[in-house]
């Protein structure tokens, strides 16, 4: 059993502000959006690679009244330009952008997620199929 030594703060001192990451702002946004939209978010949040690109933060982030906010029309016209994306990164941006949009999307590119990105697809997928106790990524 490990025992922790807390050091106590002293009064009236806070402690240091961190920002919420962008992620987090993100979420946020997609509380007051349509269910497809949240879906989208939370796979990209999730996926952990490609908000950290500074070249797809600046094809897909956006400010709507004071809050970081996703501009998926301009990611849709945008993502396709953008260098040394990977057969993977394409397919992901692609699936998220069709789930966030209600638009068509290339299933055939599935087979270029890895297990990672595939499970946040069907997660989001089942998601906006109404159930989110399915299981995936799991084995039996």
Known sequence: MQHRTTVPTPTG????????SLGELLTEWAQDRAPRE??????????????????IRTALIT???????????????????????????????????AIAQRTAAPLGQLDTLGEHR???VLRALAHLGGSDSIALGERA
Not at 68 to 86: E, N
């Open 118 to 120: 595939l499970t946040l």
């Open 38 to 55: 949240r879906a989208a978010v939370v796979a990209l949040v999730a996926d952990r690679e490609l908000l950290h690109r500074d070249e």
């Open 63 to 97: 400010k709507q009244d004071g809050r970081m906010a996703c501009d998926w029309a301009r990611l849709a016209r945008r993502h396709v330009l953008v260098p040394d994306l990977s057969a993977s990164d394409r397919a992901f941006l692609t699936l998220v952008l």
């Open 13 to 20: 001192t806070a402690p240091p502000f961190e920002p919420p």
